[in-house]
């Protein structure tokens, strides 16, 4: 794939479209992460509070995302997807509502939490579900890796949109933008031409469940990609957790400091993305892959060990650039290779695995306190590192991966 080609999938109409709805949906979503945090905080002054509502907020998306991944092989898949973003826009548009007129409580915000979190079950699987619908199938690697560009362009803007707007306005004002933000992306859904979206599967819907888990257990390509994509959820992404301890008490930059060690991981993940893209018709996915996951877990453990503040922030943009490398390439190859009958379900547990990333920072903050950050990011990376040469050596399907 050609550099140009790496941008090959915004050629057509219907992913562009698609493409800037994401973007729309996705500045929203980073938007409330700040505005909802500012709230909590004003409400309560009880820092803890913050990680209760997202705790409160990631619960109902680990339950029902199976559930989603049903309901996108039962109904049209495009529908589903506007509906989600329709029950988003009404959320941010009613607790903006509470907070303009001063009526807001903390359980207000708990609830907005936790029927969010249950919205969203329902959009990772139908929207990797339509991915195949908006570009042919050689063109899937360009529009994975725009795709997960999505996730990354939008934390250097959305986090400081919401800030300014809290700061001049209020966050009542930055929750209504976030509103509007998916109310354009479910416009912009709804304009989407797409033949054959009826969903296929029928019949009992615990059955529908039950066949999608036993699908993915009886293909040892399909099980092992999405193990890795647990693995790296649990043991590798903690790191990012961890960034603020290392900022205060390893590396001592203070807040200022951990800016840029955030902005340093989001520039390497979207390297990482266009790299994949690039690599994607050049060389074979299954080496590509376990080798960026080894890569990602040992630049893990250099980064754990570095007492230098300028090679922590070079080890954090390669980092986000190996495992955005590896992901994107996983990606790409369960979009390409799942059969479109059972693909909501598989896609649904696949998403399942960055939904788990809290309970990877629950394990890592309980190692950290035990016995320090370096350590709990270390043993993530060794973890990380040793699942991939588990990987190849047991599953040989990987490795062959054209």
């Known amino acids: ?51 209760l509502v997202g705790l409160t907020n990631s619960v109902p998306q680990i ?20 509906f989600v973003q329709g029950c988003a826009a009404a959320l941010y548009l009613i607790l903006a509502t509470l907070v303009a007129t ?34 042919p199938k050689d063109v899937i690697p360009s529009a994975v890796a725009m795709q997960n560009i999505v ?16 700061a001049q306005v209020g966050v009542g004002a930055s929750l209504y933008i976030a509103g509007f933000g998916s ?24 059955r529908n469940l039950v ?20 693995f790296n959820s649990i043991f590798g992404m903690s790191y990012t957790l961890m960034e603020a301890v290392f900022a205060r008490d390893v590396l001592h930059v ?9 902005t340093a991981g989001a520039l390497g993940a979207i390297s990482g993305v266009l790299v994949a893209a690039y690599l994607a018709q050049r060389f074979r996915k299954g080496p590509q892959a376990l080798l960026g996951a080894v890569t990602f877990g040992v630049l893990l453990i250099a ?28 990606n790409t190859t369960l979009q390409m290779s799942v059969p479109d009958e059972v693909r909501g379900r598989v896609l649904g547990l696949y998403g399942l695995g960055f939904s788990i990333v809290p309970l990877g920072g629950t394990i890592a903050g309980g190692i950290a306190q035990a016995a320090g950050a370096p350590t709990a990011v270390a043993i993530g990376g060794f973890l990380v590192a040793s699942m991939a040469v588990g990987v190849a050596t047991k599953v040989p399907r990987v490795r062959n991966i054209a």
């Open 303 to 330: 980064f754990a060990l570095s007492p230098w503040y300028p090679l922590s922030l070079v080890l954090l943009f390669f980092c986000g650039m190996f495992n955005q490398m590896y992901m994107t390439t996983i």
């Open 183 to 206: 109310g354009g992306a479910l416009i912009l859904f709804g304009s989407l031409r797409i033949a054959g979206l009826a969903g296929g599967a029928s019949g009992n819907f615990m």
């Open 211 to 230: 066949e999608g888990l036993n699908f993915v257990r009886q293909h040892d390509l399909f099980s092992a990609l999405i193990a890795m994509t647990f």
């Open 254 to 262: 203070g807040s200022q400091g951990f800016g840029l060690m955030e």
């Open 151 to 166: 996730w990354q362009l939008p934390r250097m803007v959305g986090p400081a949109i919401a800030g300014l707007l809290i």
């Open 63 to 82: 339950c029902l995302n199976l559930v989603g991944g049903v309901v996108a092989d039962r109904v049209n898949r495009q529908r589903l997807l506007m």
């Open 102 to 135: 001063g009526l807001v409580q903390v359980w207000h915000v708990f609830a907005f939490a936790l029927v969010m979190g249950a919205v969203r079950a329902f959009d990772g699987p139908s929207r990797m579900a339509l991915m195949p619908y908006l570009v």
């Open 1 to 51: 794939m050609g550099r140009l080609a790496m941008f090959g999938a915004m050629r057509y109409g219907n992913f562009r479209r698609y493409w800037i709805g994401m973007i729309s949906s996705v500045v929203a979503q980073n938007m409330e992460f700040v505005s909802i945090s500012w709230l909590v905080l004003t409400l309560t002054n009880a820092p803890v509070a913050i990680g």
